[in-house]
């Protein structure tokens, strides 16, 4: 069965300073992992997925994650975070007919 | 280019009434996707359907939970007698195809409280 972990459950930022969100993966086969975003009361936004090939994905909103089959993580990371990056975030493995699995997600919260 | 639509996106009932809550995928998907978020956790995968057939139900609540997606119309979520407990966002998601590269892509979720 697929599971993903995210460690933290909530993450304290400076603005401008930078960012990395774990996420560690089980799955049976060759993973497809995603990243979404969630602002309050709102639904998933996808910032960002791999599939296969260059190991590092660019997403949206300047957000990139590396894949690394041998620690089995899909972490998240941006350079420089703004207020408005403040969010929950979930990571997600599997897709279409074996469904997403999500993580619990990670809180980020942005100090000025 | 709409995406994937919910409605209602706030629903409020008493304990023991009934709660429908619709999705239309976004245009072209055929394959449709339900999933609960308690507060404080993730999402939950609850039922997979494709138009007239549910194809995995495996996180449906046995009881008073049900889930259609007719030839025509949007996919509804059913809820009966519904308790506290099922107080939650309700997430609908749809994608293209079933193979596992395909993205899902989510609507604005369904907030139901149960007073």
């Known amino acids: 069965a697929q599971s993903v972990t995210q460690p933290d459950i909530h993450i304290t930022v400076s603005e401008g300073a930078s960012l990395e969100l774990r996420c560690n993966y089980s799955y049976g086969a060759t993973p497809y992992l995603f990243w979404y975003v969630q602002s309050p009361g709102q639904g998933l936004q996808l910032l960002l997925k791999?599939?296969?090939?260059?190991?590092l994905v660019q997403g949206i909103k300047g957000f990139e994650a590396e894949f690394k089959r041998s620690q089995s993580s899909f972490n998240l990371r941006k350079p420089s975070v703004h207020w408005s990056d403040a969010a929950e975030y979930f990571c997600?493995?599997?897709?279409?007919?074996?469904?997403?699995?999500f993580g619990k997600g990670t809180h980020l919260i942005i100090q000025p | 280019n709409a995406g994937v639509m919910q409605n209602p996106r706030h629903l409020v009932r008493r304990r023991g009434q009934e709660a429908r809550l619709r999705c239309s995928p976004m245009k072209g998907h055929s394959h449709v996707y339900w999933y609960r978020q308690l507060p404080e956790e993730g999402l939950k995968f609850m039922v997979y359907?494709?138009?007239?057939?549910?194809?995995?139900e495996s996180g449906m609540p046995k009881e008073r939970f049900s889930a259609e997606f007719p030839k025509e119309g949007p996919s509804i979520l059913r809820i009966q007698q519904v308790v506290r407990g099922d107080s939650a966002a309700y997430f609908c998601a749809s994608s293209w195809d079933r193979s596992s590269g395909n993205t899902i892509y989510f609507g604005e979720g369904s907030w139901l409280t149960v007073v």
């Open positions: 997600a493995v599997g897709a279409g007919a074996d469904g997403l699995t």
């Open positions: 791999y599939f296969s090939g260059d190991t």
């Open positions: 359907l494709q138009k007239e057939n549910i194809i995995d």
